[in-house]
T-cell receptor, first 113, second 112 residues
Framework: AQSVTQLGSHVSVSEGALVLLRCNYSSSVPPYLFWYVQYPNQGLQLLLKYTSAATLVKGINGFEAEFKKSETSFHLTKPSAHMSDAAEYFCAVSGEAGNQFYFGTGTSLTVIP | DTAVSQTPKYLVTQMGNDKSIKCEQNLGHDTMYWYKQDSKKFLKIMFSYNNKELIINETVPNRFSPKSPDKAHLNLHINSLELGDSAVYFC???????????FGEGSWLTVV
């Protein structure tokens, strides 16, 4: 069975500061891992995904995530936060079958001017 | 061109009514989903269809009935609406082996 745990339901950072959103996964098979972003009153948009090609994955809007098998983690980072990054972020895991897709509980990112 | 489109975007209705939300995807994907997002932003899968066949049916009241007339469409019908059904419902699709889910914009359902 697969699952993801997002540590911290709310994260606040100052504009220009490092963004770090944490995600740990549980999977009995090599997983596909994803980060999605949801802006207010909108649907979910794919930020990036890990499919075992490379452990460091670069996504849109300057975000990246590193797959660490030893830590079962897939944390999302961005070197410098922008006001426009304020949103809800979801980590997700999928098995090889692709039909089972599980989301974490989400982390709300606030960017302080 | 919208990849996954769902209608209506906003729906306000009274308790006890029956309503439907429609979803269409033009991505050629084999798998479609319905997710429910509550007020705390938790996303919970409700149903998954692959090529018109139901493959995931989570613990959802049987007042909720999905229907997939073809692999590009997955509609959600809800009978006897209750206050607790108020939420955002997201339709999504994915290729059978691609493992990326593409979401619609959501349907905001408010039951009064």
């Amino acid at each position: 069975a697969q699952s993801v745990t997002q540590l911290g339901s709310h994260v606040s950072v100052s504009e220009g500061a490092l963004v770090l959103l944490r995600c740990n996964y549980s999977s009995s098979v090599p997983p596909y891992l994803f980060w999605y972003v949801q802006y207010p009153n909108q649907g979910l948009q794919l930020l990036l995904k890990y499919t075992s090609a490379a452990t460091l994955v670069k996504g849109i809007n300057g975000f990246e995530a590193e797959f660490k098998k030893s830590e079962t983690s897939f944390h999302l980072t961005k070197p410098s936060a922008h006001m426009s990054d304020a949103a809800e972020y979801f980590c997700a895991v999928s098995g090889e079958a692709g039909n089972q897709f599980y989301f974490g509980t989400g982390t709300s990112l606030t960017v302080i001017p | 061109d919208t990849a996954v489109s769902q209608t209506p975007k906003y729906l306000v209705t009274q308790m006890g009514n029956d309503k439907s939300i429609k979803c269409e995807q033009n991505l050629g994907h084999d798998t479609m989903y319905w997710y429910k997002q509550d007020s705390k932003k938790f996303l919970k899968i409700m149903f998954s269809y692959n090529n018109k066949e139901l493959i995931i049916n989570e613990t959802v009241p049987n007042r909720f009935s999905p229907k997939s007339p073809d692999k590009a469409h997955l509609n959600l019908h809800i009978n006897s609406l209750e206050l607790g059904d108020s939420a955002v419902y997201f339709c999504a699709s994915s290729p059978q082996s691609g493992n990326t889910i593409y979401f619609g914009e959501g349907s905001w359902l408010t039951v009064v």
